[in-house]
């Protein structure tokens, strides 16, 4: 972002003044008869989750931080990353903020890191039986000029949290390309399930969002071309600034400046069919609270959701499912 982060923010809260004049709607609650049952997408849709601040981001190195996940390795763990403007690296730190280590990838460029997801790798069998070691997706999917030829995702084992900082080997860079041209995206999503990976496009205007599909267990260095698979519209000003899923799968949570949009998926179908379900209205921080927040991720158990913006030290955010 860097040199356009200040635009974007200007254009951002221009739209959201709009939106609330114009009174825009980014989702309405599902019907009683097809209440989901992922416990925060059933409190969002009545209303009910409880919002609180966890702490505040430690480190003077994190200023533009776009992406969050949580550790599927080391419990409380939450793997972040800066926008564009830095080195290809990852940062883990726990709920309060505080730095638990920093992990450079080896060989990664940075031209605009995103957007995080972290999911079970595929198994493997050693001499104590059958493992999955979990994999950290990046992607480097940012194009605000709509310039780019192609965009990459780097995969990464997960590795222990060790203080200081370290260098992990291996990273596996997946070139893909848009069946339809460049597109500006801010959004990954890896199903937890069936290892697809999802990337869904920003529109800051028109609040449009595609999803196109890959393969998360492409080998190492694959060029390959997404599939488009599905659309959300979530209205003026509301460009999907990032995602995840549940680690058991069973919700999806769309971000954008203004607010949080949240998805039920199906038991048994694709992740991409959950932009098909009716979605509900998540809380978010408002603008103020939150400085240009793009970042999102599901906690542990996926009865609640972490929120974090821009800017020196910023706060973390949680909604949560009562109970």
């Known amino acids: 972002m860097s040199g356009g982060a200040s635009l974007r923010r200007a254009v951002a ?44 981001v430690a480190s003077d190195a994190l200023t533009e931080i776009s992406g969050i996940a949580a550790s599927r390795r080391t419990r409380g763990v939450y793997w972040v990353h800066n926008d564009s403007g830095d080195s290809a690296r990852v940062f883990a730190i726990d709920a309060s903020g505080r730095t638990l280590g920093e ?33 950290i997706f990046v992607g480097d999917i940012g194009d605000n000029t709509g310039t780019r030829a192609s965009v990459t995702v780097y995969r990464v084992p997960e590795p222990a949290i060790d203080p200081g900082a370290h260098v992990l080997p291996g990273a596996a860079a997946l070139t893909f390309t848009y069946p339809d041209g ?108 939150e400085r240009q927040g793009e970042a999102i991720g599901f906690v542990p158990g996926g009865r609640a959701y972490l929120t974090v913006g821009e800017g020196a030290h910023p706060p973390l955010h949680r909604f949560a499912a009562p109970g």
């Open 182 to 289: 460049p597109h500006d995206a801010e959004a990954l999503l890896v199903d937890p399930r069936g290892r697809e990976l999802l990337i869904v496009t920003k529109d800051l205007v028109g609040g449009r969002g595609i999803v196109f599909r890959g393969d998360a267990d492409a080998p190492a260095g694959t060029s390959a071309v997404l599939e488009r698979v599905g659309q959300v519209s979530l209205g003026l000003g509301r460009g999907v600034t990032g995602a995840d899923v549940t680690a058991n799968g069973d919700a999806v949570a769309l971000r954008t400046y203004l607010g949080v949009v949240l998805y039920p998926r199906p038991a048994g179908t694709r992740l991409w069919r959950a932009f098909t379900q009716p979605s509900c209205s998540g809380a978010a921080p408002s603008l103020l609270d």
């Open 103 to 135: 992990f450079t990838l080896a060989g990664a460029d940075a031209v605009d890191w995103e957007d995080i997801a972290v999911a079970p790798g595929p198994p493997t069998t050693g001499t104590t039986g059958t493992s999955r070691v979990p994999d």
């Open 13 to 56: 809260c221009v739209l959201a003044l709009t939106a609330a004049v114009v009174g825009t709607l980014v989702a309405r609650p599902a019907a009683a008869k097809s209440v989901p049952q992922s416990p925060v997408v059933v409190a969002a849709c009545a209303g009910t989750l409880q919002s609180s601040t966890t702490g505040r």
